[in-house]
């Protein structure tokens, strides 16, 4: 592009001694103005790169036009021509930024190699200026991207030390709302029985938003969760319904998934913001979703659990002989009535808690630990005296993923 240069002076002898003999050789687009105020007007409407102005002119001077720039706050780069080199006059135009103050007659070579240096200091600030601008805003994406990363941080503490399940994924709605600027954020998860969307977490959506359900067939969220890929609609997009039947300017969905099958939603939407969402909010919400996931799948092994120590616990109740069992770290996972009454261990403030921290017996312990962890299916069995003053047959069993079996059968 090329740059641009006005000449202001009421002299045309000049004005086309310098666009014809200087300016166009050098390949300036130039503008000529015959009196200060028709040049403030171009310099107002066209913002060249530089300005030449004569000083004495009728109307406005080359001075008065410069001042007038400066009250509008505009800033273009101007060399000062003059009949009578005065030290005043000099002073006021340097005050007024001028770049370089030429004395008549014109010296083409002076007056030249001042273009030049002139444009090319404005090139180097515009860079500057530039190089500043792109530097601030990536100090912006960067604290920006900080604060996500503390977010995502955070909800994976949460996910890795909470077995409330509403809590964290109440807590992985708020932070997709937070992290992508969101008016409303939604979790919805898959009711299969029905083929239905439900809301499972929400932020800033009413009470009838939280109610509705929708079918998979029929929906963007469905969509989304049939071909297992995120969608993101900006606010140049139409608009387009939601789950929740209310039109929206923008949004992001990505899908759930939990070995390799899809089991619910994830969203945010803007329904009076004009902002769009990017790639990079994409990319945190699919983050959040992980977490969702993990969440999830992690309550449904915690519940499948404690339905397998429910019921183990009414087998081993039905034992006469004392019954523990522990699991690869020796925590209590299950005992029976008979193992309480034997080591007198309460009913509560057991079960989570290492054997060694409730029975005092270093042979039952060592027995305990013995089995390798390697080699499921080891047994090791040893007749033992205990507390209550009788022998018991001792025998710990090692079960698959490292748990131990231990049956106490009284002998005498």
């Known amino acids: 592009m090329y740059e641009r240069v006005l000449v202001i002076d009421d002299s045309p002898d000049i004005r086309d001694f310098l666009v014809e003999n200087i300016l166009r050789p050098k390949g300036f687009e130039v503008l000529a103005a015959s009196d200060g105020m028709m040049g403030l007007e171009l310099a107002i409407a066209k913002e060249p790169d530089l300005m030449i102005t004569d000083q004495q002119m009728p109307g406005l001077t080359g001075l008065q036009v410069l001042q007038k720039l400066r009250e509008r706050s505009i800033d273009i780069p101007a060399i000062l021509i003059t009949g009578e080199g005065s030290e005043d006059t000099a002073v006021r135009a340097f005050r007024l930024g001028i770049k370089d103050y030429i004395i008549k007659p014109i010296d083409a070579e002076e ?49 890795s030390s909470s077995l409330d399940l509403e809590e964290v994924l109440q807590r992985v709605v708020e932070a997709a709302v937070y992290v992508v600027g969101a008016e409303e954020g939604s979790l919805m998860l898959l009711d299969e029985d029905r083929g239905e969307l439900y809301i499972r977490a929400s932020k800033n959506l009413d009470s009838k938003a939280r109610s509705m359900r929708k079918r998979v067939t029929d929906s963007l969220a469905g969509q989304v969760l049939q071909t297992k890929r995120a969608i993101a609609i900006g606010a140049d997009s139409q608009w387009k319904r939601t789950h929740t039947a209310l039109l929206v300017k923008s949004l ?161």
């Open 111 to 159: 007056l030249s190699e001042s273009v030049d240096k002139a444009l090319r200091e404005s090139r180097l600030q515009k860079e500057r200026d530039q190089l500043v601008e792109q530097l601030m805003e990536s100090n912006s994406q960067l604290q920006r991207r900080a604060q996500e990363l503390n977010v995502l941080y955070g909800v994976g503490k949460s996910v």
């Open 252 to 412: 992001i969905y990505v899908p759930l998934i939990l070995q390799n099958k899809p089991i619910g939603v994830l969203g945010v939407t803007n329904q009076i913001k004009d902002s769009s969402f990017d790639s990079n909010d994409t990319r945190a919400l699919s983050a959040l979703g992980g977490y969702a996931t993990i969440a999830i799948n992690n309550a449904n092994m915690y519940n499948t659990m404690a339905r397998e120590r429910t019921v183990l616990s009414e087998v081993v109740e039905q034992f006469e002989d004392a019954v523990i069992v522990v699991d690869e770290d020796f925590r209590m996972l299950v005992l029976n009535a008979s193992a309480r009454a034997l080591f007198l261990l309460p009913e509560d403030n057991v079960i989570g808690r290492p054997i060694m921290d409730l029975i005092n017996h270093v042979g039952l312990i060592r027995m305990v630990s013995e089995p390798n962890s390697q080699d499921d299916g080891a047994r090791v069995e040893q007749d033992l005296p205990l507390v209550d003053g009788h022998l018991y047959r001792a025998r710990v069993t090692l079960v698959e993923g490292g748990s131990r079996f231990v049956t106490l059968r009284r002998l005498s």
